[in-house]
């Protein structure tokens, strides 16, 4: 929004003082860049609708209900389907506080990871140019690119549950040869895949429905690309790995909670889909 005080004075509808000023629907979309269609629906949707209205019948607008379409820009800006702000505008003060405060921490959280993925894109981009060496990784170096995740915690399990197994002797031959830029590449890709399935949370969109499954087959692919070649039997049961143990749900759910059951959902929808 761009409405500053000094415009707002300057408004020719607008009296001699701040609290005198009004602006007609016009006057509020050239200053904020919100367009008199999106106004109007705000109107009648119950959202901003203006305080006052002129011995014509023309909406006015207030500096209040102008302080009202700032709130609603920020959380549409923050990804709050429209149906839902008018409850946030109009919880308690302390409600709305804890919420922006929860917002706030989630920004703060996406970009610190984006910063993160941008220094292993550039350092794989070095490598490309060759501005840098590349060299194979120790479990040290994987938990750092995975921002915390370390493969030391299941890497005795994992021994024992799969070493026999041609995925784990494909994944094992695979990740041996990988650089640090490779896995910075990795760690870029997943978390595409992650944005896409936070995305469709905060859409409201059932892990169920196809656009799920489409980042799903992604999910897959990403998998398949990286580590082993994943059937749709082997990803169900990874699937119910990130709900069963908690350890993987909690490193999951740092993106989002509830982020390990959503895409656990997504993922069987897409694999019991290739079954039919």
């Not at 998998?223 to 069963?244: E, N």
Request: proline content about 4%; hydrophobic content about 40%.
């Amino acid at each position: 929004m761009t409405l500053t005080w000094r415009e707002g004075l300057r408004c020719p509808s607008g009296g001699s003082t701040l609290d005198e000023t009004r602006w007609t629907v016009g006057e509020v979309a050239a200053l904020t860049g919100v367009s008199v269609r999106t106004l109007h629906h705000y109107d009648e949707i119950g959202l901003l609708r203006p305080a006052e209205r002129s011995g014509s019948n023309y909406r006015l607008y207030t500096p209040g209900d102008l302080a009202r379409l700032r709130r609603v820009l920020t959380w549409r800006a923050l990804g709050v389907p429209l149906a839902e702000v008018a409850g946030v505008l109009d919880a308690p003060p302390d409600l709305e506080r804890e919420a922006l405060r929860a917002h706030a921490a989630r920004l703060r959280e996406d970009l610190r990871r984006a910063e993160h993925t941008l220094r292993e894109v550039q350092a794989r981009l070095d490598a490309l140019d060759g501005r840098a060496e590349e060299s194979t990784m120790n479990n040290e170096d994987v938990k750092a690119v995975f921002d915390g995740f370390d493969p030391a915690l299941y890497e005795t399990e994992v021994r024992e549950r799969w070493v026999d197994t041609d995925a784990y002797r494909q994944s094992a031959a695979r990740t041996a040869r990988y650089s640090k830029a490779d896995w910075g590449r990795i760690r870029a890709e997943m978390d595409g895949i992650t944005a896409g399935y936070v995305d469709l949370m905060d859409a409201g969109v059932p892990p169920t429905d196809g656009r799920a499954q489409a980042v799903a087959a992604r999910h897959r692919a990403h998998i398949s690309g990286a580590y082993y070649d994943a059937s749709p039997q082997m990803m169900r049961g990874l699937a119910q790995m990130w709900v069963a143990d908690e350890r993987f749900t909690r490193n999951i759910d740092r993106a989002r909670a509830g982020l390990a059951a959503y895409q656990s959902a997504a993922v069987t929808a897409w694999a019991d889909a290739q079954d039919g």
